[in-house]
């Protein structure tokens, strides 16, 4: 079964509009945490937000915010204020287990993010 | 504070060939895991390498293959190349213990032809 599913293979927005990017994950660990990374056309994987499985709030960072639904397994992410520049593919990953060390990511196929003027 | 650097960017093999990859973890940190990423999906995990033991290993062949080095920096070796190689290979580095995020380098694109 797919651990990290993003169902949006492509997502258009209008510039200075919010996108909701969604992710469902699937695991039996209780300890787990959730990322999302921005891809451009230049190959880097670029952390955007985290959200751990025993935070109470709903992470955000700037224009980012994650919208974490334990019970319904989905960590979607939130970009408000659309720019041009956040045209990009999105990956959502899930790492299981307690800290970094012997944990791994597991990545979902992404979601193309377009955005235009 | 340089952030995680792989070379080469680009790199173009025939098949049966053996390739070396190379990558500088982030300032720090202490952890190395490499990923292939085909076209249109998402990263696969290879292995990951603390203390110059490679210790996580994904479902990938033996043709794959690693070192880490004392300063942390680490190779990911490929033999026997197979068109199927041809991926985007990202080096991603991290605290063994510790802050959660793992950064990753720009990727090298792998052509097998």
């Known amino acids: 079964a797919q651990k990290i599913t993003q169902t949006q293979p492509g997502m258009f927005v209008q510039e200075k509009e919010a996108v909701t990017l969604d992710c469902t994950y699937d695991?039996?660990?209780?300890?787990?945490?959730l990322f999302w990374y921005k891809q451009p056309s230049s190959g880097e994987m670029i952390f955007l937000i985290y959200?751990?499985?025993?935070?109470?709030q709903n992470a955000t960072e700037g224009r980012y915010s994650l919208n974490f639904q334990k019970a319904r397994k989905s960590a979607n992410l939130v970009i408000s204020a659309s720019q041009l520049g956040d045209s990009a593919m999105y990956f959502c990953a899930m790492r299981e287990g307690r800290g970094s060390g012997y944990s791994t990511l597991t990545f979902g196929k992404g979601t193309m993010l377009l955005v235009s003027p | 504070d340089a952030g995680v650097t792989q070379s080469p960017t680009h790199l173009i093999k025939t098949r049966g060939q053996q390739v070396t990859l190379r990558c500088s973890p982030k300032?720090?940190?202490?952890?190395v895991s490499w990923y292939q990423q085909a076209l249109g999906q998402g990263p696969q995990f290879i292995f990951q390498?603390?203390?110059?033991?490679?210790?996580q290993r994904g479902n990938f062949p033996d043709r794959f293959s690693g070192h880490q080095f004392p300063n942390y920096s680490s190779e990911l070796n490929v033999n026997a190349l197979l068109l199927g190689d041809s991926a985007l290979y990202l080096c991603?580095?991290?605290?063994?213990?510790?802050?959660?995020?793992?950064?990753f380098g720009q990727g090298t694109r792998l052509t097998v032809v």
């Open positions: 695991t039996s660990d209780p300890s787990y945490g």
């Open positions: 959200q751990g499985s025993y935070d109470q």
């Open positions: 390498y603390y203390e110059e033991e490679e210790r």
């Open positions: 300032s720090g940190h202490d952890t």
């Open positions: 991603a580095s991290s605290f063994f213990r510790g802050p959660t995020e793992a950064f």
